[in-house]
């Protein structure tokens, strides 16, 4: 069984320039979930979806951060005008269902805004 | 404001020894505490799991023991290997958010042989 595959792996912008990444969780993993991870600290949780719904955004930052997942499979986030503080490795994860259910992680697309 | 804290932020120990990773929580509301191995460049992958209804749980070498009273638990690793040098994560959730988990900043292990 494949793992939660993310692209691109690293991507370098300058200020004010948009970036999007791109998630393909799981086969059958309904809950997908993007988190931020700055360097040397633990990944915060940003959105969740259960198929194409979004379920907590809470911590996105909504005037500058998207996130979709419109067929309920592959999820897009993207950054509109990136800022040095959203340098940080960006994971995706998936999980069969919610509550207990293990978080399956990708390897992470690691940003650096200049 | 950080929910769930680790020490020590790092750690080295001897190839045989047992290392003990230490983790506390504000919220009494967690109810469901895995513990995440990550290497460089690679995402967390889930260890082991605790529910709040036990107060140990056993995988092999790695053992979680949890003080509700007290909101502390360890991640005890007996003989440690060099291939358990990583980041370890404690995290947490309440019932009825458990897929939102809240991480602790990770405790960097290292294995000398």
């Known amino acids: 069984e494949a793992g939660v595959t993310q692209s691109p792996r690293y991507a370098v912008l300058q200020e004010g320039q948009a970036v999007s990444f791109w998630c393909d969780p799981i086969?059958?993993?309904?809950?997908l979930y993007w988190y931020q991870q700055p360097r040397d600290q633990g990944p915060q949780l940003l959105v969740y979806?259960?198929?194409?719904?979004?379920?907590?955004n809470s911590q996105l930052p909504s005037d500058r951060f998207s996130a979709v997942r419109p067929k309920g499979t592959n999820s897009t986030l993207k950054i509109q005008s990136a800022k040095q503080g959203d340098t940080a490795t960006y994971l995706c994860?998936?999980?069969?269902?919610?509550?207990?259910?293990?978080?399956?992680f990708g390897p992470g697309t690691r940003l650096t805004v200049l | 404001q950080q929910q769930v804290r680790q020490s020590p932020q790092s750690l080295t120990v001897w190839e045989g020894e047992t290392a003990i990773l230490n983790c506390s929580y504000e919220?009494?509301?967690?109810?469901?505490f895995p513990w995440y191995q990550q290497f460089p460049g690679e995402g967390p992958a889930l260890l082991i799991s605790?529910?709040?209804?036990?107060d140990k749980k056993e995988d092999g070498r790695f053992t979680i023991f949890f003080n509700k009273r007290e909101k502390k638990l360890s991640l005890h690793i007996t003989d440690s290997q060099p291939g358990d040098s990583a980041t370890y994560f404690c995290?947490?959730?309440?019932?009825?958010?458990?897929?939102?988990?809240?991480f602790g900043k990770g405790a960097k292990l290292t294995v000398s042989p």
């Open positions: 995290a947490a959730s309440a019932q009825g958010t458990g897929s939102k988990l809240s």
């Open positions: 919220d009494s509301t967690f109810n469901y």
């Open positions: 979806f259960r198929d194409e719904a979004v379920i907590d």
């Open positions: 994860a998936s999980s069969r269902g919610q509550g207990y259910a293990e978080q399956f």
């Open positions: 605790i529910r709040s209804v036990s």
């Open positions: 086969s059958g993993h309904d809950t």
